[in-house]
């Protein structure tokens, strides 16, 4: 360790794991051939989906924005070849569930025609960084570590605590994954300066690189591209699992402990990782949005384990046709490592912004789990849990399903590392528990909200209602005072008079006979005494019912 390195800290349990990952770092980083179709779902990040643009038929150009943001935790989507729009609809995705989800699919037309102008930054230090935040935002950049937060969002933490210090994450601690370990080795320029941009933007005042010291030649790139500037620190940790944990490599590099329930900017930090760093640099100072990515292709199963440069949206099963395809015992295929990865279903799913793995795996290798027996509750999950929790707890409380009891012991600071799977005697699927009881409690939250926002929708129609009803009264209200009584005055009996005097206007003009004819017209009286006459020649009664005499 160089003897300018400052003391390195430590954090509780973790794993000393086999890091298997010699297959895939033997070649140096290929570049994959430009897919015929693409397939980019709506979703690739934390928040929410984004919005088609286009529709089928429509051409686009390479970097073209295709879907906009919607919301502020979101990030758009971009072209990532030139062609036409095939179809806008539900495909298949990587995610656990197997389940469909939106997706624009583009047929390329083999060109990788760029949409233009491009607008690069070569002088991005003079510029201020709310002027940067909002190019990384229109890049569609989001965390490449595993998370997908959008970076720009995660960039303007706001709030009452200052970012002191920017920590980037190069640990790389999973086994088998080896995409950020080639990075560093062969574009440790790229990640160099797109630390620097960082640190511009949320105005840090030091820069710590974290890099677990199994990786030697990735050190030694990132030294030589730091040179002799010292804006930078590149510190060498020792190797053990989950050491890349986002709060387990602050606490190993500051010695600073993030809060229960709490995130790093609330002790002054803030954590990106060096695959990041590496698009928000391109995203700046070249104008290129983030259409690819690194992904690692191994496994005893993969025919060539290596690591791949691939567009986004490339289908895995072009993608591995590409790399020398399987061997005959393949068995399963997980996205991500063996540690906190899931299988996936098929090999007919895209590449998206966070896949930087995919592992091929025969019998030997990964062996199915065996049948779960029952908790002994010998607690050698509690000893490696690097977030201090109590595993099996969870676990009783997650499988009785009272998730007010796991949100009681923490629920949500564990991190799925899988280290109390990883040693349970019993083989119970811990990690799978735990997401099942965060998964409920996050629908549970939201059948609330939207319970909550329907009883004040109601309480506002109620309040409406009310206000509408006092308004008419008063406007009724103000009507009767402005109407005046003929008389001249307010008073009441004055206003009953006049009414009855108008009744019996209209009774008498009803109901004349020609012993009232003051106030006829000769006509009417003429009328009058011509229908008395035909009555009497007729014999009928004279109205009311009296009989006359001749």
Not at 330 to 337: A, K
Not at 463 to 476: F, G, S, T
Request: proline share 9%; hydrophobic share 35%; aromatic share 4%.
């Amino acid at each position: 360790m160089p003897e300018s390195q400052p003391r390195l800290h430590d954090f509780p349990g973790g794993l000393h794991l086999a890091p298997h990952k010699e297959a895939s770092t033997a070649q140096p980083l290929q570049t994959a051939a430009l897919p015929a179709r693409v397939v980019l779902p709506l979703q690739q990040h934390i928040g929410e989906a984004a919005v088609p643009l286009v529709r089928p038929g429509d051409r686009v150009l390479t970097g073209q924005v295709i879907a906009r943001s919607e919301g502020y935790v979101s990030a758009p989507v971009h072209a990532t070849v030139s062609g036409t729009v095939t179809a806008i609809a539900d495909q298949p995705v990587p995610h656990p569930s197997g389940l469909l989800a939106p997706c624009i699919v583009i047929e390329s037309d083999g060109r990788d025609q760029w949409f233009e102008p491009r607008r690069p930054l070569p002088d991005w230090q003079t510029l201020d960084p709310e002027r940067l935040r909002q190019r990384i935002r229109e890049m569609g950049i989001v965390g490449l570590g595993g998370a997908g937060f959008p970076s720009a969002v995660k960039m303007n933490p706001g709030g009452d605590h200052p970012v002191t210090t920017l920590v980037i994450n190069g640990a790389e601690c999973e086994p088998y994954i080896s995409c950020d370990d080639m990075l560093m080795r062969e574009r440790a320029a790229e990640v160099i300066e797109g630390c620097r941009i960082i640190r511009h933007v949320v105005q840090a005042e030091r820069c710590l690189i974290g890099i677990e010291d199994n990786k030697p030649q990735a050190i030694t790139a990132m030294r030589a591209a730091l040179g002799d500037a010292t804006d930078l620190e590149i510190l060498s940790i020792p190797t053990r699992y989950p050491t890349g944990g986002e709060k387990q490599l602050i606490r190993v590099l500051t010695g600073r402990e993030v809060p229960s329930n709490g995130l790093p900017v609330d002790v002054g930090v803030l954590c990106h990782n060096v695959g990041t760093a590496a698009a928000v640099y391109r995203a700046v100072r070249y104008h290129e949005p983030l259409i690819s990515r690194i992904v690692t292709l191994t496994g005893a199963a993969m025919a060539r384990p290596g690591n791949w440069a691939v567009r986004l949206g490339t289908l895995v099963s072009d993608l591995v046709a590409g790399a020398g395809g399987y061997t005959p015992d393949v068995d399963r295929l997980i996205m991500g490592g063996p540690m906190m990865g899931f299988a996936l279903a098929s090999d007919e799913v895209p590449i998206t912004k966070t896949l930087n793995c995919i592992l091929a795996a025969d019998r030997r290798e990964l062996p199915p789990p065996p049948q779960p027996l029952p908790c002994i509750r010998c607690t050698a999950c509690v000893d490696v849990c690097p977030a201090q929790l109590l595993p099996h707890q969870l676990y009783w409380y997650a499988r009785a399903r009272d998730f007010d009891k796991t949100q009681d012991f923490h629920l949500f600071d564990c991190i799925e590392c899988g280290c109390c799977s990883y040693v349970c005697p019993s083989h119970i699927p811990l990690v799978q528990y735990y997401r099942f009881a965060k998964t409920e409690i996050w629908h549970q939250e939201q059948e609330r909200r939207k319970a909550d926002l329907a009883r004040r929708r109601h309480e506002f129609r109620l309040a409406r209602l009310e206000r509408e009803k006092a308004e008419r009264a008063r406007r009724i209200r103000e009507r009767k005072k402005a109407v005046k009584p003929e008389t001249g005055g307010d008073d009441k009996q004055a206003v009953i008079q006049q009414a009855l005097e108008r009744a019996r206007a209209r009774k008498q003009a009803q109901g004349a006979t020609p012993r009232n004819t003051d106030n006829l017209t000769e006509a009417q009286q003429r009328q009058i005494e011509a229908a008395e006459a035909r009555r009497r020649a007729a014999g009928k009664p004279a109205p009311g019912g009296r009989n006359e005499p001749d």
